[in-house]
């Protein structure tokens, strides 16, 4: 207080710009060192990354070129033709142009030609041209089918009737019966197969050979004769004395 009074009091220094700046520098330092430390102690400790190895596969080989284009084809201008000069003499064109007529009768014709030839025919060739064979005749039908009489179909009427012989060991033996056949007739009428249905033992032969002498009238079918099938029954039976 006296010192105020007197004027000789010390003032302190209103900027102290230098210790100031030295204090933060030295606090700086200080935290640096604290942090970088523990940093390269844990840095030699961290293991070395493992080496890796890089392939590179090698460029594609070039695409081969393209082919060369083929060349333009060269237009050729035909020929004009000269004119030649000369004497020669106009030809006048004829008033009318008939066609050329080949000789008939070996006035011309081709050498060592035959007689009689034709025109533009060749050597050697066929007296009168050449001859078109005839078409080939058309094939004979088909045979037709007999067809099996009854219902709609009747058999036509019998034109020739023999009777069958009574066999003279059937006689004896007092054989009697009924034989059934079938008969097949042809397109004329006349028996040409026989197949027995119901045998009689000694009676067959003479029922077969009797109804194979047999004779019909023409089946007709549409116009055309056609064979048939038909059953015939024969019986036998001896006389009471």
Do not use: C
Not at 45 to 60: C, G, H, K, N, R
Not at 132 to 149: F, N
């Amino acid at each position: 207080m006296f010192d105020l009074v007197s004027g000789k009091a010390a003032h302190i220094p209103q900027t102290p710009l230098v210790p100031m700046i030295v204090s933060v520098v030295a606090q700086v330092t200080i935290v640096g060192l604290v942090l970088l430390i523990p940093m390269l102690y844990f840095t030699n400790q961290l293991p070395m990354p493992s080496t890796m190895m890089a392939f590179v596969a090698p460029a594609p080989p070039p695409p081969p070129p393209p082919p060369p284009p083929a060349p333009a084809p060269t237009k050729t201008e035909p020929q004009r033709p000269v004119p030649t000069t000369g004497a020669a003499a106009p030809i006048e064109a004829p008033p009318r142009v008939e066609p050329e007529r080949a000789a008939i009768g070996g006035e011309e014709g081709i050498p060592g030609g035959m007689a009689g030839g034709i025109p533009s025919g060749i050597v050697g060739g066929v007296v009168g041209g050449f001859e078109v064979p005839p078409p080939p005749p058309p094939p004979a039908p088909a045979p037709r089918l007999p067809v099996r009489t009854g219902g709609e179909i009747q058999a036509p009427a019998l034109v020739r009737r023999v009777d069958p012989i009574y066999p003279v060991l059937a006689v004896r033996a007092h054989v009697e019966g009924v034989v059934i056949l079938e008969a097949i007739v042809n397109e004329q009428g006349k028996v040409e197969s026989i197949k027995v249905l119901r045998s009689i033992g000694v009676l067959d032969r003479a029922a077969i050979e009797a109804v194979r002498q047999w004779e019909y009238e023409p089946l007709m079918l549409n116009g055309i004769r056609t064979p048939f099938i038909l059953t015939v029954t024969l019986s036998f039976t001896l006389a009471q004395s």
